[in-house]
């Protein structure tokens, strides 16, 4: 599917009825799960408070989708030289800072009330915070070098280094669950490591209730299709852009 | 071998004698260092800002270290850039990769490890307990190599961009973030009595992976600032 949608053509003809697809899709999804939400029942400990969870989960997810995305992007651009994977990743930079700053305003928001600290420097919101700023260096660099094949390649470079930086920060702040048996074993000590006041994974290990978790789920979706009909109908005013300017272009040299 | 040993002593030699050297970073380091106990508080002793301090200080210590590494590495590229010599070097017998290893080493024997020496001065200075300062050294030292060849990349991707300096601290900090954690925790960790051999370790594997992958990473962000 994706071999074909690299003919910029047929990405056009194929996005423009994609686009509002996903759009509608994305309103359905979370128009449902918002009237979900307010008949969600409180929870024990947080009460309302929890609410804010139906928007915090969904727009972390998506934060590290956009990542994800812009990382194979920038392989494809990179390797084969494409013009419309480098317009994919160039569009979803901002996309993804975006979801990210909201993840970490609602979680900010959420651990005011149910922790009673809108920060602290644990585990998971650090690297979410390092993820907002490899997308702020992502734009910055494209921004800053004026050539846009060059600027493309050298941001591709920064966000295939960022992909696999981004694995290392996320095992800094919390280590895999195979690494402190096998340091015990290798050396004979105790791995110290940072205490997490997050919570752990709690969707996909069954502990979450379907009355949240059906809710969830709904938003879930409906953020990731956002996400989708915002990125494809971002590439596509990208390459509407690059035509007019090479109209421009061309208009000035005849 | 021949050749790759001539440009570590080129890169040497310019880390060293232009511009000040190593004196500009170690120069740097001061200042910062300076200025933290008179942003924290009054330096009078045994105030509760002096304790406060004592138990940030190999933290602020750590954290100069990477802001003085980091300014260092504008001129790294962008200096061969402007006068040709990157040219030249491309043309070379030594492929750019090799040639981008060199220049991080270089960049590390003329300022990283200067620093490193200095590091401890800085901890103990803001009132870190004397005991660290072996740690200290070897933090820096090992961290001082990921720095370098984390900061090369950004070094070498911000050639012909409109604001160097900016650009690379901006592009390198989050890059940077593990070495800075694992350094940290090994020291807290020594400090408070507890095991600090697997920070000091996780910091070692990110020190070398990072110098066995950057300059590939380096060589194809030059090969496009000269395309």
Known sequence: MFAALANPHRFMAFSRWMGPTLAAIAVTLIGVGLVLVTGAPPERWQGTAVRILYLHVPSAITAEVAYMALGAASVVSFVFRHALADAAAKTVAPLGAGFTLLALVTGSLWGETSWGTWWQWDARMTSVLILFLLFVGYIGLRASIDDETRAGRAAAILAMVGLLDLLVIKYSVSPPSWLPPLYRQLTGGELVWWNSLHQGESIFSGEMAPAFLIPLSFMIFGFLATFGALWVTRIRAEVWSRRAQALAVQAAGA | ?227
């Open chain 2, 1 to 227: 071998m021949g050749a790759l040993a001539l440009i570590f002593r080129r890169e040497l030699a310019l880390a060293w004698n232009g511009g000040g050297g190593p004196l500009l970073a170690l120069g740097f380091y001061l200042a910062v260092a300076t200025m933290i106990p008179l942003a924290a508080g009054l330096p009078i002793s045994d105030t509760p800002a002096t304790h406060r301090l004592a138990e940030v200080a190999p933290a602020l210590a750590w954290v100069g270290l990477a802001l003085a590494s980091l300014l260092s590495l504008e001129r790294l590229f962008e200096r061969d850039f402007e006068d040709g010599a990157l040219d030249l070097l491309a043309l070379g017998p030594v492929s750019l990769e090799g040639v981008s290893a060199a220049k991080c080493l270089a960049q590390w024997t003329a300022n990283g490890a200067p620093l490193a020496l200095a590091a401890p001065l800085a901890a103990i200075a803001l009132g870190a307990s004397p005991t660290l300062a072996p740690l200290i050294v070897a933090c820096a030292a090992i961290g001082g190599i990921a720095f370098a060849f984390m900061g090369g990349i950004g070094a070498a991707l911000a050639l012909g961009s409109r604001r160097g300096g900016l650009l690379i601290a901006l592009i390198v900090l989050p890059l940077l973030a593990p070495p800075v954690i694992f350094g940290g925790e090994a020291i807290t960790a020594f400090a408070a009595g507890l095991s600090w051999r697997g920070g000091l370790l996780m910091l070692t594997a990110y020190a070398l992976a990072a110098a066995a992958l950057a300059p590939f990473a380096m060589a194809a962000a030059w090969r496009n600032a000269a395309s």
